[in-house]
């Protein structure tokens, strides 16, 4: 399977706890997003990289998260001191970056979180 | 108000209907538009894009945005089951920014 990859996809942690989730983009795709959703809203952007330059962060990143990606390859969010709030799918997206059409962002199948 | 308005339905139709989605939107500066559909669960999958105005056609997909009125549409003809989903809109700000504003998203359930 080529399409973007997200571990793990389920995570579980109690309230205070620090979690960390993955993504694994398209091969080749300069371009990797940040995205959350709640239930019965769309996806809201949260942040984004060209290679492993973070290129613009939302207001909703709180101080708490932080996303890297290192070797502009692959990229980690970490949710500090969790909140019941932060209960969500955070789904991550990538694209080529490159070129005159629309930047296509791919998904992947989404890390869901619950805070208890 | 949000940049980008959906009706969530549920909208629940016949096998065989013809659906019409719709998007509102807020901000002229919008130039790609684009449908995505989630499954339960699942990370959303792009199905169409269209760039500023006009009509594309992708086999039972139709997407349709008329910038005038703001206002953007999705038809799917010959509905299926396997069609019920969620479908979100979805739009770029002016080209090099790169952050999708999305719809609530609409909720299709097509009945046999």
């Known amino acids: 399977d080529t399409g973007v990859s997200q571990d793990p996809r389920h995570k579980i942690t109690k309230r205070g706890q620090n979690v960390t989730f993955r993504c694994d983009p398209i091969?080749?795709?300069?371009?990797l997003y940040w995205y959350r959703q709640t239930l019965g809203q769309g996806p809201e952007f949260l942040t984004y990289?060209?290679?492993?330059?973070?290129?613009?962060k939302s207001r909703l990143l709180s101080d708490r998260f932080s996303a890297e990606r290192p070797k502009g390859s692959f990229s980690t969010l970490e949710i500090q001191r969790t909140e019941q709030g932060d209960s969500a799918m955070y789904l991550c997206?990538?694209?080529?970056?490159?070129?005159?059409?629309?930047?296509?962002?791919?998904f992947g199948p989404g890390t869901r979180l619950t805070v208890l | 108000q949000k940049e980008v308005e959906q009706d969530p339905g549920p909208l629940s139709v016949p096998e065989g209907a013809i659906v019409s989605l719709n998007c509102t939107y807020s901000n002229s500066a919008f130039q790609y538009f684009m449908w995505y559909r989630q499954y339960s669960r699942k990370g959303p999958e792009l199905l169409m894009y269209t760039y500023s105005s006009g009509n594309k056609e992708d086999g039972r997909f139709t997407a349709q945005v008329d910038k005038s009125s703001k206002y953007i549409s999705l038809f799917i003809r010959d509905s299926q089951p396997s069609d019920s989903a969620t479908y979100l809109c979805a739009m770029n700000p002016t080209w090099g920014t790169d952050k999708l504003i999305f719809g609530t998203g609409t909720r299709l359930q097509v009945f046999p």
């Open positions: 091969s080749e795709h300069n371009r």
């Open positions: 997206a990538s694209s080529l970056g490159v070129g005159n059409d629309a930047d296509t962002q791919y």
């Open positions: 990289f060209q290679n492993e330059a973070q290129l613009e």
